[in-house]
């Protein structure tokens, strides 16, 4: 049945051209002027496609042909790229993904935030863009009596073996090959979760890049763990980089990873880490940034963008681990970070104190309702600084950042459309976009970051 408002049909094939690419990475051609969105195409490809859905003001397609090829296509490096949907961007070369992530960018800044002329500065990318992540987290499960471990198959629950993820540190991906064969040996069962029954949920793996330590988490249903200590022995022996075992106990049926409690069941209960000058201590519920390397190029930027002299007093809103607080205090004369989750705050002031920082202060609560009661008892701040989840700023935060006028807002934003949004807000309301700098932290997906440095006019 043809859709109301346009010729398009379901089922039916088009010759197309691509002109776009979403920010989720299909291509978009339009048909008379009806937008159709197609996973794995790129713009200035012709191709054959075939309408599989229809919506109100937009539909899908598939690709069956592809006549021409863009400069940018290569062949995707990694065998189960498909099957997997972790990465997005594989089949666009490294140089056309950083040139998409920019365009997106400058595109959001036009359309929401009505800054068509803010300086969007080209992506800053990796040297090498592959093994970036410190950090694998699998689910564990079993194939004819076998344990594999990789990743949930699209829009499935079935679980597909992998034996090398590329944007994965190979450490990791050893530990999981090792955890995976000797738990196997010792007859450790998957945990079904249909049945709920069996042990082995989840498998996580973390590296520090600096260090080279190892922390190892292996979350069961039950607390106990059939020939846990030869188990312990074997793993240790075999990757000796191995820092800290730690068993997390999740007897619920959901899909949260993980459960309540918490067990370190060989070596330390931190690994450690360095971004910059910077060490942390990473404990295995901590959050950490998973490619460190890039973190340091986005915090670098954001520090460049805060300006200090060493006379400022800064506020770091949404700072987590305090992550930049701690950056920002070696140049500050003093900050103060806001967070909302108390284990977060209990590491940032782990952090300062392993660090020797003492200019910096913690505080948990809400950015929207800690910093106006801040504000109201004087407490202002020359510089301010967010780094808020994909939702973007509060409102109640964005006026109170118009009431207290600090002279400068670094923003760190993991979502160009809110903070777009953000940045009109803080445009109408007295302050001026200088220019964003995009960040490649997690290159083969369609995620990017940027920091934009904002000042009072
Ligand atoms: N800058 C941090 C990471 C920021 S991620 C670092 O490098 O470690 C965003 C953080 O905002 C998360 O830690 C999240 O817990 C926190 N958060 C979410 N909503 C919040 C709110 N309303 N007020 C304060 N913090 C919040």
Not at 15 to 28: K, P, S, Y
Not at 110 to 129: D, F, Q, S, T, Y
Not at 133 to 144: I, L, S, T
Not at 331 to 337: N, S
């Amino acid at each position: 049945m043809a859709n109301v408002q346009t010729a398009v049909e379901k089922n039916e094939y088009y010759e197309v051209t691509f002109e776009d690419l979403t920010h989720d990475g299909a291509g978009v051609a339009k048909i008379e002027g009806f937008p159709i969105f197609v996973p794995n195409a790129l713009p200035d490809e012709k191709a054959k496609i075939k309408v599989v859905k229809l919506k109100k003001g937009y539909g899908f397609g598939r690709l069956v042909e592809l006549y021409e090829k863009s400069p940018f296509r290569v062949d995707a490096p990694c065998p189960v790229y498909k099957e997997c949907g972790g990465c997005q961007l594989q089949h666009v070369s490294y140089e056309g993904q950083l040139m998409a992530k920019q365009k997106q960018v400058k595109e959001v800044m036009a359309r929401i935030g009505h800054l068509p002329h803010v300086k969007v500065h080209p992506v800053l990318g990796m040297e090498n863009p592959w093994r970036y992540r410190n950090k694998a987290q699998v689910p564990v499960g079993e194939v004819e009596g076998g344990l594999v471990a990789g990743f949930y198959q699209q829009r499935s629950h079935e679980i597909i073996d992998m034996e090398a993820c590329l944007i994965q540190q190979e450490k990791n991906d050893a530990v999981i090959q090792s955890v995976k064969r000797i738990c196997e040996k010792y007859g450790v069962r998957a945990f079904d979760e249909k049945k709920h029954k069996g042990n082995l949920r989840h498998v996580m793996a973390r590296y520090g890049l600096v260090t080279g330590e190892i922390m190892v988490v292996l979350i069961t249903r039950t607390e106990e763990l059939p020939h846990k200590t030869k188990i312990i022995e074997e793993l240790t022996k075999e990757i000796p980089a191995i820092k800290s075992i730690v068993q997390n106990i999740n007897n619920k049926r959901t899909n949260v990873i993980f459960g309540d409690k918490t067990n370190v069941i060989w070596g330390e209960e931190y690994i450690y880490d360095s971004i910059g000058d910077i060490k942390f201590a990473i404990s295995a519920r901590s959050f950490y940034q998973v490619n460190p390397e890039q973190t340091k190029v986005l915090y670098d930027q954001a520090l460049k963008y805060a300006n200090l002299t060493g006379e400022e007093s800064v506020i770091d809103a949404y700072c987590g681990i305090g992550t930049i607080s701690l950056f920002l205090a070696q140049k500050a004369k003093k900050v103060f970070g806001v967070e909302i989750v108390p284990e977060a705050i209990e590491d940032a002031k782990r952090n300062a104190t392993l660090n020797g920082i003492e200019n910096v202060e913690f505080a948990v609560g809400e950015a929207e309702t800690v910093i106006p009661e801040w504000y109201k008892q004087g407490n202002e701040a020359d510089v301010l600084v967010v780094d808020p989840p994909r939702k973007g700023c509060d409102e109640a935060l964005l006026q109170t950042i118009l009431d207290m006028k600090p002279k400068r807002v670094v923003y760190v934003s993991c979502n160009p459309a809110t903070l777009a949004r953000d940045l009109r807000i803080l445009e109408d309301g007295g302050y001026e976009t200088m220019e964003i700098q995009p960040v490649d932290m997690f290159p083969h997906t369609t995620h990017v970051e940027c920091v934009a440095q904002i000042h009072l006019k």
